[in-house]
C-alpha cells in the first residue's frame, strides 16, 4: 500500500468533521518517479500496484461512499504524469542509470493517462451536480514536446537527469494552469478572472469608512461554491 493511502486519514477530514473543517477545492496527485525505480531497488512499487494505489485515492476522494469530507464536495482533480528522466546527466557514482530505466518511467507515465481517462468516462457518468472533476497533465509528454525530442535537448529541463529544473517546472506549471483555465474554468480557481475568484476581501476603496460592516458585505466567495 502506498504511504499516501495510509495517511489519509490524517490529510482529509472526516465527513462528520466538514462543519468545522477546511474544504479542500482541488488536489494535485502527482506520483510515479519513484515508484518506477526497478523492481530490485527499495521503494519501488509494482505497475500493477501503482495503479491499484491510484484508484484508491480517487475512490477516497470521489465516491459517495468515502468516509472523507472531499468526497461530498465538487472538488477538482489533476493527475500528473511522471516525467521523463535523462540518464546523460546522471552521476557516475550515484548508481542512478543502474536503478532508473526511461523506458520503465515510461510505463507509469503510461498508467497514469490510462487511469485518468478510465476516471474522466467515471466522472461523466456521475449524477451528482455540481460534481467532482478530473484531468490529467501529461508532465512526461510536455517535456519531450518542450525539448524537441527525448535526448540531449531535456538537460535545460533538469538538474540532474530526474529532478525537473526552473525550466522544467515551467513547463510543468503551464500545464496546471491551462487545465485551471479552461478545463475547470468557472470552477472558482482561476487566479487571473475575477468573477471565477473574485478577492476575498474589497479593496479599499470599495469600503465606506463610515459603515465598517461594509467590509463584511464586500466580502465575496466565489459563484460556484455558492451553488
Partial sequence: MHSLLVLMD???????????????????????ANDAILPTEPGAVP????????????VALTSASSPYAAADTPLSIILITPGPCWPGMFEPDTGRDEWCIPENMKMY?????????????????DPRSPKWMIETVDAWGDLVNAAGGEG???????????HFSSKGYSVLWEGIAKVIQTKFAGRGLDWEVERDLPKRV???EDVDWKRPQSVIEGMKLPKFRLA
Fill in 10 to 32: 490524517e490529510m482529509l477530514a472526516k465527513k462528520e468533521h466538514a462543519a468545522t473543517s477546511p474544504v479542500i477545492r482541488m488536489v494535485t496527485i502527482w506520483l510515479g
Fill in 47 to 58: 505497475l500493477n500496484e501503482f495503479t491499484s494505489n491510484l484508484n484508491a485515492m480517487l
Fill in 109 to 125: 507515465r503510461d498508467a497514469v493517462l490510462k487511469v485518468g481517462a478510465e476516471w474522466k468516462m467515471k466522472e461523466e457518468a
Fill in 152 to 162: 540531449e535537448g531535456l538537460r535545460p529541463y533538469f538538474t540532474d537527469g530526474i
Fill in 202 to 204: 474589497p479593496a479599499s
